[in-house]
Protein backbone atom coordinates (compact mmCIF):
# COMPACT_ATOMS: atom_id res chain seq x y z
CA UNK A 1 0.00 0.00 0.00
CA UNK A 2 1.51 3.07 -0.81
CA UNK A 3 0.89 6.43 0.89
CA UNK A 4 0.51 10.16 -0.60
CA UNK A 5 4.00 11.81 0.42
CA UNK A 6 3.89 15.70 0.53
CA UNK A 7 6.56 17.19 -1.88
CA UNK A 8 9.42 19.46 -0.32
CA UNK A 9 9.62 22.97 -1.58
CA UNK A 10 13.08 23.45 -3.26
CA UNK A 11 12.84 27.31 -2.51
CA UNK A 12 15.94 28.29 -0.73
CA UNK A 13 13.97 31.49 1.24
CA UNK A 14 11.82 29.33 2.82
CA UNK A 15 12.45 29.79 6.77
CA UNK A 16 11.09 27.21 10.02
CA UNK A 17 8.21 28.40 11.40
CA UNK A 18 6.81 28.07 14.39
CA UNK A 19 3.56 26.51 15.39
CA UNK A 20 1.14 28.21 17.94
CA UNK A 21 2.23 27.78 21.24
CA UNK A 22 5.66 26.88 20.42
CA UNK A 23 9.25 27.91 19.59
CA UNK A 24 11.53 26.46 16.98
CA UNK A 25 15.46 26.38 18.39
CA UNK A 26 18.48 25.89 16.30
CA UNK A 27 19.82 22.56 16.26
CA UNK A 28 23.78 21.98 16.78
CA UNK A 29 26.38 21.21 14.01
CA UNK A 30 25.68 17.23 14.40
CA UNK A 31 21.87 18.06 13.82
CA UNK A 32 20.98 17.01 17.61
CA UNK A 33 19.43 19.67 20.72
CA UNK A 34 21.72 20.58 23.42
CA UNK A 35 21.56 18.53 26.60
CA UNK A 36 20.15 20.64 29.66
CA UNK A 37 23.11 21.53 32.34
CA UNK A 38 23.39 19.61 35.25
CA UNK A 39 21.73 20.34 39.01
CA UNK A 40 25.30 20.21 40.09
CA UNK A 41 26.41 23.02 37.40
CA UNK A 42 23.72 24.90 38.23
CA UNK A 43 24.84 24.92 41.79
CA UNK A 44 27.96 26.30 41.38
CA UNK A 45 26.81 28.96 39.22
CA UNK A 46 24.95 30.31 41.59
CA UNK A 47 27.84 30.18 44.45
CA UNK A 48 29.83 31.90 42.14
CA UNK A 49 27.35 34.82 41.42
CA UNK A 50 26.49 35.15 45.50
CA UNK A 51 30.71 35.54 46.55
CA UNK A 52 31.06 38.06 43.62
CA UNK A 53 27.98 39.66 45.25
CA UNK A 54 29.48 39.40 48.58
CA UNK A 55 32.85 40.31 47.23
CA UNK A 56 31.08 43.47 45.87
CA UNK A 57 29.21 44.70 48.70
CA UNK A 58 32.68 44.22 50.93
CA UNK A 59 34.99 46.35 48.12
CA UNK A 60 31.77 48.93 48.58
CA UNK A 61 31.56 48.91 52.63
CA UNK A 62 35.84 49.50 52.52
CA UNK A 63 35.92 52.25 50.08
CA UNK A 64 33.00 54.11 52.34
CA UNK A 65 34.93 53.50 55.51
CA UNK A 66 38.44 54.97 53.84
CA UNK A 67 36.51 57.94 52.93
CA UNK A 68 34.83 58.43 56.61
CA UNK A 69 37.11 57.22 58.85
CA UNK A 70 37.98 60.52 60.00
CA UNK A 71 34.39 61.70 60.71
CA UNK A 72 34.13 57.96 62.57
CA UNK A 73 37.03 58.97 64.92
CA UNK A 74 35.94 62.17 65.62
CA UNK A 75 32.27 60.71 66.72
CA UNK A 76 33.76 58.46 68.78
CA UNK A 77 36.18 60.65 70.10
CA UNK A 78 33.06 63.19 71.06
CA UNK A 79 31.55 60.28 72.42
CA UNK A 80 34.43 59.06 74.88
CA UNK A 81 34.39 62.75 75.41
CA UNK A 82 30.86 62.72 77.06
CA UNK A 83 31.18 59.93 79.29
CA UNK A 84 34.48 60.98 80.49
CA UNK A 85 33.12 64.74 81.82
CA UNK A 86 29.78 62.92 82.76
CA UNK A 87 31.95 60.65 84.73
CA UNK A 88 33.81 63.60 86.09
CA UNK A 89 30.44 65.67 86.68
CA UNK A 90 29.42 62.68 88.81
CA UNK A 91 32.94 62.66 91.11
CA UNK A 92 32.55 65.97 90.88
CA UNK A 93 29.04 65.90 92.78
CA UNK A 94 29.20 63.45 95.30
CA UNK A 95 32.38 65.14 96.56
CA UNK A 96 31.15 68.44 96.90
CA UNK A 97 27.08 68.06 97.40
CA UNK A 98 27.30 69.34 100.50
CA UNK A 99 24.19 69.25 102.68
CA UNK A 100 22.07 72.52 102.91
CA UNK A 101 22.02 74.15 105.92
CA UNK A 102 20.33 78.08 105.80
CA UNK A 103 17.31 79.43 103.32
CA UNK A 104 17.23 82.70 103.06
CA UNK A 105 13.85 84.52 101.94
CA UNK A 106 13.30 87.95 100.85
CA UNK A 107 10.27 90.05 99.39
CA UNK A 108 7.68 91.95 100.87
CA UNK A 109 5.44 89.34 102.66
CA UNK A 110 2.55 90.92 104.54
CA UNK A 111 -0.30 88.46 104.51
CA UNK A 112 1.80 85.09 104.19
CA UNK A 113 1.38 82.71 107.37
CA UNK A 114 5.14 82.54 108.82
CA UNK A 115 4.58 79.20 110.34
CA UNK A 116 3.33 77.77 106.87
CA UNK A 117 6.09 79.26 105.00
CA UNK A 118 8.74 77.84 107.55
CA UNK A 119 7.38 74.32 107.12
CA UNK A 120 7.95 74.75 103.36
CA UNK A 121 11.68 76.04 104.10
CA UNK A 122 12.69 73.53 106.11
CA UNK A 123 11.65 70.58 103.52
CA UNK A 124 15.10 71.06 101.37
CA UNK A 125 17.02 71.77 104.58
CA UNK A 126 19.91 69.16 104.61
CA UNK A 127 19.40 68.18 100.93
CA UNK A 128 22.01 67.91 98.88
CA UNK A 129 23.70 71.37 97.64
CA UNK A 130 23.94 70.18 94.10
CA UNK A 131 20.73 67.44 93.51
CA UNK A 132 18.08 68.79 95.52
CA UNK A 133 15.49 69.63 93.51
CA UNK A 134 14.92 73.28 92.18
CA UNK A 135 12.56 73.54 90.26
CA UNK A 136 10.21 71.10 92.54
CA UNK A 137 10.75 73.19 95.40
CA UNK A 138 9.97 76.48 92.91
CA UNK A 139 6.66 74.72 92.39
CA UNK A 140 5.63 73.67 96.03
CA UNK A 141 6.22 77.29 97.00
CA UNK A 142 3.84 78.46 93.97
CA UNK A 143 1.42 76.32 95.59
CA UNK A 144 0.79 77.97 98.63
CA UNK A 145 -2.21 80.12 97.99
CA UNK A 146 -0.35 83.69 99.38
CA UNK A 147 2.35 83.35 96.95
CA UNK A 148 1.64 84.97 93.48
CA UNK A 149 5.44 83.89 92.02
CA UNK A 150 8.54 82.67 93.74
CA UNK A 151 12.09 82.47 92.37
CA UNK A 152 14.90 80.06 93.67
CA UNK A 153 18.83 79.89 93.02
CA UNK A 154 21.61 78.07 94.96
CA UNK A 155 24.22 80.08 96.76
CA UNK A 156 27.73 78.29 97.29
CA UNK A 157 28.47 76.34 99.36
CA UNK A 158 25.30 75.25 101.68
CA UNK A 159 22.40 78.24 100.81
CA UNK A 160 19.64 78.66 99.15
CA UNK A 161 17.71 81.90 98.31
CA UNK A 162 14.34 82.39 97.84
CA UNK A 163 12.62 85.87 96.48
CA UNK A 164 8.53 85.61 96.64
CA UNK A 165 6.26 87.93 95.26
CA UNK A 166 2.72 87.72 97.56
CA UNK A 167 -0.60 87.50 96.42
CA UNK A 168 -2.41 91.32 96.62
CA UNK A 169 -5.59 90.81 97.66
CA UNK A 170 -8.33 93.24 96.70
CA UNK A 171 -11.47 92.30 97.73
CA UNK A 172 -13.86 89.04 99.00
CA UNK A 173 -15.44 86.54 96.64
CA UNK A 174 -18.27 84.49 96.37
CA UNK A 175 -19.81 82.33 94.19
CA UNK A 176 -23.89 82.51 93.97
CA UNK A 177 -25.43 79.50 94.51
CA UNK A 178 -24.99 77.00 97.40
CA UNK A 179 -22.53 76.15 99.27
CA UNK A 180 -21.25 79.37 99.25
CA UNK A 181 -18.62 78.97 102.40
CA UNK A 182 -16.75 76.35 100.65
CA UNK A 183 -16.33 78.47 97.20
CA UNK A 184 -15.25 81.67 99.57
CA UNK A 185 -12.03 83.28 98.64
CA UNK A 186 -10.11 86.64 97.64
CA UNK A 187 -9.64 88.26 94.65
CA UNK A 188 -6.17 89.83 93.27
CA UNK A 189 -5.92 92.50 90.91
CA UNK A 190 -6.61 90.31 87.90
CA UNK A 191 -9.45 88.45 89.09
CA UNK A 192 -7.96 85.32 90.19
CA UNK A 193 -9.50 83.85 93.02
CA UNK A 194 -7.35 82.28 95.68
CA UNK A 195 -8.74 81.20 98.72
CA UNK A 196 -6.04 81.02 101.91
CA UNK A 197 -6.02 78.66 105.03
CA UNK A 198 -4.31 80.98 107.48
CA UNK A 199 -3.02 84.51 107.34
CA UNK A 200 0.04 86.54 109.01
CA UNK A 201 -1.30 87.72 112.46
CA UNK A 202 -2.15 91.57 112.35
CA UNK A 203 -3.81 91.39 109.21
CA UNK A 204 -7.52 90.55 109.77
CA UNK A 205 -8.30 93.79 109.86
CA UNK A 206 -7.57 94.86 106.56
CA UNK A 207 -9.17 91.73 105.03
CA UNK A 208 -11.76 92.44 106.63
CA UNK A 209 -12.54 95.76 105.26
CA UNK A 210 -12.12 94.79 101.87
CA UNK A 211 -14.98 94.73 99.35
CA UNK A 212 -17.26 91.89 99.09
CA UNK A 213 -17.83 90.68 95.71
CA UNK A 214 -20.84 88.23 94.95
CA UNK A 215 -20.92 87.03 91.24
CA UNK A 216 -21.58 83.71 88.88
CA UNK A 217 -19.22 80.67 88.99
CA UNK A 218 -15.82 81.25 86.70
CA UNK A 219 -17.01 84.97 86.48
CA UNK A 220 -14.70 87.05 88.81
CA UNK A 221 -12.63 88.55 86.21
CA UNK A 222 -15.88 90.18 84.68
CA UNK A 223 -17.37 91.28 88.45
CA UNK A 224 -13.99 92.90 89.50
CA UNK A 225 -14.16 94.61 86.23
CA UNK A 226 -17.82 95.92 86.74
CA UNK A 227 -17.28 96.51 90.32
CA UNK A 228 -14.07 99.19 89.05
CA UNK A 229 -16.36 101.02 87.00
CA UNK A 230 -19.05 101.47 89.59
CA UNK A 231 -16.46 102.29 92.32
CA UNK A 232 -14.99 105.08 89.83
CA UNK A 233 -18.38 106.92 89.70
CA UNK A 234 -18.91 106.40 93.51
CA UNK A 235 -15.69 107.53 94.59
CA UNK A 236 -16.07 111.04 92.84
CA UNK A 237 -18.87 111.80 94.66
CA UNK A 238 -17.34 110.36 97.62
CA UNK A 239 -19.72 107.21 98.47
CA UNK A 240 -18.33 104.31 99.59
CA UNK A 241 -19.08 100.99 98.48
CA UNK A 242 -19.07 98.03 100.56
CA UNK A 243 -20.88 94.96 98.62
CA UNK A 244 -21.81 94.08 94.25
CA UNK A 245 -23.66 91.69 93.88
CA UNK A 246 -23.99 90.16 90.15
CA UNK A 247 -27.01 87.64 90.20
CA UNK A 248 -26.99 85.03 87.68
CA UNK A 249 -28.89 86.56 84.86
CA UNK A 250 -27.41 89.81 85.17
CA UNK A 251 -29.10 92.09 87.97
CA UNK A 252 -26.93 94.22 89.62
CA UNK A 253 -27.60 95.35 93.37
CA UNK A 254 -25.04 97.63 95.47
CA UNK A 255 -24.85 97.96 99.54
CA UNK A 256 -23.03 101.00 100.89
CA UNK A 257 -20.63 101.68 103.64
CA UNK A 258 -23.80 102.96 105.33
CA UNK A 259 -25.64 99.78 104.89
CA UNK A 260 -28.27 101.33 102.19
CA UNK A 261 -28.76 98.86 99.56
CA UNK A 262 -29.34 100.18 96.03
CA UNK A 263 -30.81 97.84 92.93
CA UNK A 264 -29.80 98.50 89.09
CA UNK A 265 -31.19 96.01 87.47
CA UNK A 266 -29.78 94.17 84.31
CA UNK A 267 -29.88 96.83 81.74
CA UNK A 268 -28.47 100.56 81.48
CA UNK A 269 -26.32 99.74 84.65
CA UNK A 270 -24.48 103.05 84.09
CA UNK A 271 -27.38 105.41 83.17
CA UNK A 272 -29.56 104.32 86.41
CA UNK A 273 -26.37 104.59 88.53
CA UNK A 274 -25.85 108.26 87.45
CA UNK A 275 -29.72 108.72 88.34
CA UNK A 276 -28.98 107.13 91.54
CA UNK A 277 -25.46 109.61 92.14
CA UNK A 278 -27.80 113.11 91.49
CA UNK A 279 -30.86 112.01 93.88
CA UNK A 280 -28.13 110.72 96.35
CA UNK A 281 -26.19 113.74 96.65
CA UNK A 282 -29.13 116.05 96.16
CA UNK A 283 -32.05 114.84 98.62
CA UNK A 284 -31.02 111.86 100.30
CA UNK A 285 -27.59 112.20 101.74
CA UNK A 286 -28.55 113.97 105.10
CA UNK A 287 -31.21 111.25 105.32
CA UNK A 288 -28.90 108.05 104.53
CA UNK A 289 -29.23 106.20 108.21
CA UNK A 290 -33.36 106.11 107.17
CA UNK A 291 -33.38 104.97 104.03
CA UNK A 292 -33.01 100.90 103.91
CA UNK A 293 -33.37 100.36 99.89
CA UNK A 294 -33.52 102.34 96.91
CA UNK A 295 -34.64 101.06 93.89
CA UNK A 296 -33.14 102.37 91.09
CA UNK A 297 -34.44 100.14 88.14
CA UNK A 298 -37.20 102.34 87.35
CA UNK A 299 -36.96 104.18 83.43
CA UNK A 300 -37.73 108.04 85.19
CA UNK A 301 -37.18 107.93 88.99
CA UNK A 302 -36.11 105.78 91.93
CA UNK A 303 -38.38 104.19 94.70
CA UNK A 304 -37.08 104.22 98.25
CA UNK A 305 -37.80 102.01 101.20
CA UNK A 306 -37.41 103.81 105.02
CA UNK A 307 -36.33 101.66 107.30
CA UNK A 308 -39.56 100.74 109.46
CA UNK A 309 -37.99 101.16 112.85
CA UNK A 310 -36.76 105.12 111.85
CA UNK A 311 -40.86 105.40 110.15
CA UNK A 312 -42.13 103.70 113.74
CA UNK A 313 -40.37 106.10 116.05
CA UNK A 314 -41.40 109.14 113.88
CA UNK A 315 -44.49 108.29 113.82
CA UNK A 316 -44.49 107.76 117.84
CA UNK A 317 -43.13 111.32 118.05
CA UNK A 318 -46.00 113.22 115.83
Known amino acids: MNLPVKKKSNSPNRKPTA ?9 GASGARPKSPSPLVVLRSDIRQAITGLVATINAVVQWL ?7 FRIAGVTALVFIVQGLQNVFYSQ ?13 LDFIHEPTLKRQMETVLGQGF ?8 KFDLERLPWIDKASVRRVWPRKIEVHVIEQIPVAHWRVNGENQT ?17 VAEGSEDYLSSLPRLVGPKNQAQEVLREYADIRKTLDAQAIALQVL ?5 GAVSLTLENGVEIRLGREDVTEKLDRFVRVYQNYLRD ?17 IKWRLIEDASEVAKG
Not at 245 to 249: D, F, L, P, T, Y
Open 287 to 303: KSEKIEMIDARYTNGIA
Open 130 to 137: FSVDIDQF
Open 182 to 198: ERMGLLNPYGEVFAPWA
Open 66 to 72: ARHQIAL
Open 245 to 249: VVENR
Open 19 to 27: RAGKVLKKK
Open 96 to 108: LDDPIEHVQVSGQ
